[in-house]
């Protein structure tokens, strides 16, 4: 296979594996829910990071998959979706014509050949919406990251403690951090000086997010934005990541007990007031993680995140043995992912059933000449 | 210290300069101290207040004993004629005539003051005619 076939095939699976993923993760959170374990925010964003990390890795998990089986390890196992599919008509467990089979069977590789030869309209349509979608997918998130980079080199420098740096700064509103490719940043609105209680509260909780890991992922998140822009699922993921990020990092500020309840959700409402005002070039700045966000995009009825946020940490819930139930619930999601990836992977080569299919599909085209004369009507 | 160029002060900062600008120069304490008793301020962050208006360019710093006193390097009338300007520019489209027309048709103004912004502008117009 080229390198390119090969890119483009592992890109097809990734996407396949993202809306797996997602539609996993939504059975798992939907159990956790049934369970009592709805308010375990911080293991559901594990989980969902863990599911990430699978994703992006599963090129290497495959090889190793594939390096096992080369090795004698579980030789005899073939999980590869295509066959399995192969096999099943072959054993009729489905009514199909053979030759339409097959068409839908080589959809994928017939696609793949097209667009690496970018031979006709359809290819050539699909080559250019992908040039002009990562382009500009990557155009905006160069242009972000200078509008970050402008936010915190115009900010001052208030404390360095170790390698995080708080700065104040008058040109945002919000309090967010971001990270450089040595020292984290916490950038605190300049107006916050004056209110103790804020600055402190918005301190803790972008900390919070540093211990957590939280600007790693979501630098990861931004930077594969533009290649799957035109996937729904990796959007969905995302937005679920920032929710649940800010949740778990909520619960884990207040269960230190050194921030008052109400002094931090009177912080999250004052804050989401001051983001009602116009701040694009804080708008459009990422990767960075934020306070809070007006969320002025949401159409659907019911609770919004502040809503949420406030609830849960009014209600204080605790959720023990995080680490066990994070295990119990990362164990099948993996071992779920891993198998998809192994399973929509091309096939590498001709299976007997593959083999019996194309010998089906021949006999059918035999068939059919057969059934027209030599002058192009039918004999019977 | 490296100076970083920031035409206009923030509410905080502005408060913070008012109260040194009536004072001519002070440390961090001294110009707490002239706030308000309900402002409740931290006295780190009168420090990092006055710190960035370093930054900023508006005060300089000398050390004496263990504190900084500090001293506006910029005179309050001339923030003042820099403040207008950027009203000026931002809310009445770079017309400063449109500025004034709103100040004196502002039904709160007495007849007192609205006397001495004539004179005012005789006194501008006598010394431009020279």
Redesign the interface.
Known sequence: MMVGEALLDAYINANILFCVAFALWFLIRGAMSRIGLKHAYTTQLWLLNAGFLAIISAPLLVAGFGFLQGNGVAKGVNVNLSDMVVSYYLNGGFEMKASDFEGLILMRDKFIISVMSAEGAFAKAVIAMFIVGVGLGMLRLGYSIYCLCRLVADSYDVRRIGRIRIRVSDRTLVPFSTRGFRNYYVVIPSHMLGQHHEMKVSIAHEFQHIRQCDLEWEVMLEALKPLFFLNPAYHAWKRQVEHLRELSCDSQVISYGRIDVRDYCGTLLAVCQQTLRRDRAFYIAVPKVTLVTADRTSMKPGKSLLERRILSVLSGRRIRHKRLVFMTAAVPLMAALVITSVAIQRPGDWSHDRLMLSTVVNLDRLDEINRLSAFGRIRN | MKK?K?ELL????L?FMTELWALGEGTVRDVLDKLPQD????YT?GA??L??LE??AFVTSRKSGKSHIYTPTLAKDAYQTRSLKNLSMKLFDDTPVSLVARLVNDDELTEEALGQIRALVDRRLKNDGR
């Open positions: 970083k920031n923030t509410e905080v900062e408060e402002r409740n301020l931290a962050s990092t207040i710190r960035i930054q900023k």
